[in-house]
């Protein structure tokens, strides 16, 4: 492997990389076909979808203001509730990110004395201070809600242990993380979710089911609410947003829970209402239509970058051939340098920021230091290239997003060069 890397450099040729790339391209249009034919159902659903509601121009509107009557905005839930097969659906600009609308969730249902079980380990690190894993005086803790994990087992759910904890009755909700986040392991398929539910509803009936289903919309046929999840959250600037909306999430299930969590996002007795979508409507409905397509361009950036950066000797996961459910490509660089001079490369190869050099930097929300590679028309959208990563062991890159392969292609490439 070493060897390919060092004829690279000594020739100083590009033409020796192109032959690899055409290699790989080779070996990869099987995987690009079973993507393709997963963005088909997917695209079938969302038309459908529309056609059900007669979305029409006035539909595209916005209001201001309160925001009473939005015709568009309720719309947008509805068909957000038919997507994901539930019952109901709150679909906001107002919340500002993933993180913000998991925590309007989490509020929205727990109450004092209640206890979350997440089953996959620790959460993503955005939520650390909303569950009190890392004190914070506004947390769920400080609130006197309770917070325990299972760790997951040779990077399964632990079904054994999570079936002794939850048949005791005391657990009000358990968390699911769909996604890998910053841990080294593959997103959950739908049918390892569906399976963990199974044992659960085995010996708990009433336990509320939460997914973190950010990364995951569309990558595979069916969704958490058809496999039996509750309630499931997302980002609107990542799958779903199909890179047109600019801003928003969206928190899908059942309708009691939806109730619950609408009058955490407004106030008591306001419930679903108000919330103005200002010109909001028209690029969360255009970004719905894009977004089965959308996120199939962004798996074949995935499988690309997973085969060509394997010819080169890097470990990747998932592997190019493997089953998908999330967006997220990593690549473990065992070496600091090397992360930071593959995420400069992206940036490079971004339409915005392109002079920028990102540096390893201090986040709101992060325990390590992060280097982000992000140059979005949509400001941290990931569901646009973005590479980012921990500095920390093993030094992994996570790669996601593109809008189009092409795109996708070319920035992978020349920051694999800036490596070599
Ligand atoms: C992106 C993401 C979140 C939320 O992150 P924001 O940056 O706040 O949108 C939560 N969980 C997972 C798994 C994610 O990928």
């Known amino acids: 492997m070493q060897a390919k890397i060092i004829t690279y450099i000594e020739h100083g040729e590009e033409k020796m990389l192109d032959e690899i790339v055409k290699k790989v391209e080779a070996q990869i ?5 079973f993507e393709e034919s997963i963005e088909y159902e997917n695209s079938k659903k969302v038309l459908e979808v529309f056609k059900k509601h007669n979305v029409s121009e006035a539909h595209l509107q916005g209001t201001t203001g309160y925001g009473y009557g939005d015709l568009g905005r309720d719309t947008i839930e509805e068909m957000f509730a038919d997507i994901f097969k539930a019952e109901d659906a709150l679909v906001r600009s107002q919340f ?3 993180t913000h609308t998991i ?3 989490l509020f929205g249902i727990l109450r004092p004395g209640d206890t979350v079980l997440s089953i996959n380990g620790k959460p993503y690190d955005t939520l650390d201070e909303t569950l009190g894993i890392r004190e914070n005086p506004s947390s769920l803790k400080s609130f006197g809600v309770k917070y325990e994990q299972i760790e997951l087992l040779n990077n399964q759910f632990d079904i054994e242990k999570i079936v002794n904890r939850v048949a005791q009755n ?3 909700l358990i968390m699911i993380q769909r996604s890998r986040g910053y841990s080294y392991r593959n997103a959950f398929h739908i049918s390892e979710i569906e399976e ?5 509803r085995s010996v708990n009936r009433d336990v509320i089911i939460f997914v973190d289903n950010c990364y995951g919309e569309f990558t595979e046929i069916k969704e958490p609410i058809e496999v039996g999840a509750d309630v499931a959250v997302g980002s609107l600037i990542k799958n779903i947003g199909g890179a047109i909306a600019q801003t928003g999430g969206y928190v899908v299930g059942r309708k009691d829970l939806i109730a619950l969590i609408s009058d955490r996002y407004s106030a008591p007795g306001l419930g679903k209402e108000g919330g103005a979508s200002f010109e909001h409507n028209r690029r969360i409905m255009q970004g719905l239509f894009m977004a089965p397509h959308i996120v199939c361009e962004a798996k074949k950036i995935g499988i690309f970058t997973s085969k060509l950066l394997e010819e080169y000797g890097f470990e990747t996961e998932p592997k190019f051939d493997a089953i998908r459910s999330d967006i997220v490509q990593m690549i473990k660089f065992k070496d600091e340098n090397k992360l930071i001079k593959f995420c400069q490369g992206i940036q490079r190869f971004s339409p915005i920021d392109s002079h920028v050099v990102p540096m390893p930097w201090d986040m709101p929300g ?3 230091q992060i280097i982000m590679a992000a140059g979005a028309f949509t400001s941290g959208s990931s569901i646009e290239l973005s590479c980012d990563g921990p500095l920390r062991e093993p030094y992994v890159a996570y790669l996601q997003g593109g809008i189009t392969y092409s ?3 070319m920035a992978v490439i020349e920051a694999l060069k800036n490596i070599l």
Do not use: T
């Open 366 to 368: 992060y325990d390590s």
């Open 196 to 200: 963990v539910i199974k044992n659960i």
């Open 103 to 105: 925590s309007c969730a």
């Open 407 to 409: 795109y996708g292609k």
């Open 96 to 98: 500002i990110s993933g």
């Open 29 to 33: 249009q099987g995987r690009f076909q």
């Open 170 to 172: 005391n657990i009000k």
